[in-house]
């Protein structure tokens, strides 16, 4: 695994320098679904503004991670979380951490404005006071002249900025994004990796983000993480090294290319281990 760039607690034999302490700590994380292993002992680290991107097999635990750290799934016990430098269940630290999960879960029956507000209404936000704040947020998110809309009546991409925003406007410095654009067309998502990059530096959030594709995984993140066939840990840590802003065109530059090489390879030896065991659990017995 490569050097991480961001140190995880414990002890030292380094030389003592200032260095931040990581938003999130996970350590020996573990979780079981009955026979299932969806984690086994996976360790990562987030730094404070950090944009950091997930990739791996599908099934490999990736949503799990993410439940667990939305404080939705504990995980099994002697795994090691802490958040903001203390340690903690992940109980607490439900509405801690803004989700964006998998599905956009917009509500049909709740127009633009109103799926938006959704988590600060939760919070206890006065239906008003959400509003007037979701309407200002709306132009950024290219919704302006949406707001009185009906899911059913937008693109997929705009359900998914809807639900990006919902996101956005429940304030915490941690967001999860689990695959945000996978049901986007190539364009489209290109426009939404660039508008995503300008938000988060805008915001100065700190972004953990699923994908399946490489390129998205590089071009957005300052660290990918690939994870394992199931039981899922991180296999491979790997530095993206790119200036930012990012570009469109350097996704061609040399590095790039070699950064997507080193990528592929690791995540292909891990699809071709979970596609070989989901071909031994189909052979008679
Ligand atoms: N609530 C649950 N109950 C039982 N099994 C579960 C549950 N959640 C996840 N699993 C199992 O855990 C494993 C990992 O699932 P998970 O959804 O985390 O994978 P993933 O990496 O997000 O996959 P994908 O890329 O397809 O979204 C799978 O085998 C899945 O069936
Ligand atoms: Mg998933």
Redesign the pocket.
């Known amino acids: 695994m490569q050097a991480a760039r961001l140190p995880n607690p414990g002890p030292t034999t380094e030389a003592p320098q200032a260095r931040p302490e990581p938003l999130l700590y996970l350590g020996a994380l573990n979780k079981t ?2 026979p ?1 292993a ?1 984690l086994s002992g996976l360790q990562a680290s987030v730094g404070p503004g950090e944009f950091v991107t997930v990739v ?10 993410f ?1 667990i750290v939305a404080g939705l ?1 504990e995980p099994d016990a002697g795994g090691i979380l802490r958040f903001e430098g203390k340690s903690c269940h992940a109980a607490d630290l439900l509405g801690r951490v803004s989700f964006m999960p ?1 599905r956009d879960l917009l509500f049909p029956w709740r127009n633009v404005v109103d799926n938006a507000i959704l988590a600060l209404e939760v919070e206890g936000m006065p239906r008003d006071q959400a509003r007037a704040k979701a309407l200002k947020m709306l132009p950024e998110f290219g919704l302006a002249g949406f707001e009185k809309q009906y899911p059913n009546q937008l693109s997929g991409g705009m359900r998914q900025r809807v639900a990006l925003m919902r996101t956005f406007l429940f304030e915490r410095d941690l967001m999860l994004l ?2 945000p654009f996978g049901a986007l067309d190539a364009l489209t998502r290109a426009m939404m990796q660039r508008w995503l990059l300008d938000v988060w530096q805008k915001y100065r959030r700190t972004i953990l983000f ?1 994908t ?1 594709d490489v390129d998205e995984a590089i071009f957005l993140g300052d660290r990918v993480l690939v ?1 394992t066939a ?1 039981p ?1 840990s991180v296999k491979l840590e790997q530095v993206v090294d790119l200036p930012r802003p990012r570009r469109p065109e350097i996704v061609t530059s040399p590095e790039f290319v070699r950064l997507k090489r080193t990528l592929l390879d690791a995540i292909e030896e891990e699809s071709m281990k979970s596609f070989q065991s989901s071909i031994a659990q189909e052979k008679p017995q």
């Open positions: 679904f009955g299932v969806a791996g097999p599908s099934g490999c635990g990736k949503s799990t991670l439940n799934e998998q689990d695959e699923i399946h994870m199931r899922g």
